[in-house]
């Protein structure tokens, strides 16, 4: 179908999917081959007084963009997914410490903004999680965990098929305690962020030579030019996350642990090390295989388009 136009292209059932992130939000229209349209990234909008309506008067702006921009997609669902404490099942963001809202009654509101569209909404990386697991990286498999690593670390786990959410209190990967660990920003000590995550690679090389990098790759870049500093902030954040995902192992017998968000674009430099820093330190555990997630920074809004769809299982 492909020497079709544009205008002629059959979109059959679409659903919209919205990822709100901490600086931007990413929109698309999702046909009914799973194929993305008009892709857009927006700032997201930031109100003191109203920051969960400031949010649903950009999304429900962009939904009816979109169902100008494609009258011949017949739009069945939304699918929406935010950052921060999640109640799923009832709807609400909890609270999302950099964008401001409590108890926020999302999917309510934003059905009330769009002719009463089916919402469905969920965490961002629970639901990024859901995409790599449905058809990303963990296809296939029943027990993983997917890490999300930048400027924190996020993880969404999934135990004989479904995903472990305690009221949204699971995943919280980066803030379990390893040895290494020091203060962290959550007020806790010794969380696996705050040296195994990119922005701790970053902050902690800063430190120690008073240098100015701005990002994980630059010091990546300088321990592979020898610089020890770098070397050894580099190898100490491979050695916390290695201890991170043999707790993982140990407890919960992970068959796969997939690597997201900025850190995971070192892809082997970062793999290769943490596979043998993790081998070394099991014996008769079941030895998670070690992957990049194939869905990268489209995960979020893949799995909310898949909640959309309904194809995730379990009903919003
Ligand atoms: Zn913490």
């Known amino acids: 179908m492909s020497h079709l136009p544009p205008s002629r292209h059959s979109f059959?059932?679409?659903v919209l999917a919205f990822d709100v992130g901490g600086t931007d939000i990413k929109a698309a229209l999702q046909d009914n081959d799973g194929v993305f349209h008009s892709l857009q990234r927006v700032p997201t909008p930031r109100d003191a007084a109203s920051p969960g309506e400031a949010i649903i008067?950009?999304?429900?702006?962009l939904a009816r963009g979109y169902v100008r921009e494609f009258p011949q997609a017949s739009v069945r669902a939304l699918g929406f997914?935010?950052?921060?404490?999640?109640d799923e099942q009832a709807g609400i963001g909890i609270?999302?410490?950099n964008l401001g809202w409590r108890n926020f009654p999302f999917a309510r509101r934003l059905r009330e903004e769009n002719g009463m569209l089916p919402v469905a909404f969920g965490h961002d990386v629970g639901l990024a999680g859901e995409a790599e697991m449905h058809v990303g990286a963990g296809r296939g498999l029943r027990d993983a965990v997917v890490l999300i690593i930048g400027t924190g670390i996020a993880g969404a786990v999934f135990c004989d098929g479904r995903r472990v959410r305690a009221g949204g209190f699971a995943g919280e990967i980066g803030h379990s305690p390893?040895?290494?660990g020091t203060q962290c920003a959550c007020g806790?000590?010794?969380c696996l962020e705050t040296v195994g995550s990119a922005g701790a690679i970053v902050r902690r090389y800063n430190e120690r030579t008073g240098n100015r990098a701005t990002g994980a790759e630059a010091v990546l870049r300088a321990a592979r030019a020898g610089e020890q500093a770098a070397r050894e902030v580099w190898d100490q954040a491979v050695a916390a996350l290695a201890e991170g995902i043999c707790q993982l192992a140990a407890v919960l017998g992970t068959e796969a642990v997939i690597l997201g968000g900025g850190l995971s674009q070192a892809g082997d430099e970062l793999t290769g090390p943490l596979v043998r820093a993790v081998d070394s330190r099991l014996s008769f555990h079941?030895?998670?295989d070690i992957r990049v997630s194939t869905l990268g920074q489209d995960a979020g809004l893949m799995g909310a388009a898949l909640h959309a769809r309904g194809m995730l299982g379990e009903p919003a």
């Open 286 to 288: 079941r030895r998670p």
């Open 178 to 180: 390893v040895p290494s």
């Open 57 to 61: 008067r950009e999304v429900s702006g």
């Open 95 to 97: 609270v999302a410490a």
């Open 12 to 14: 059959g059932e679409s």
């Open 188 to 190: 806790a000590y010794g």
């Open 81 to 86: 997914v935010v950052p921060g404490l999640v």
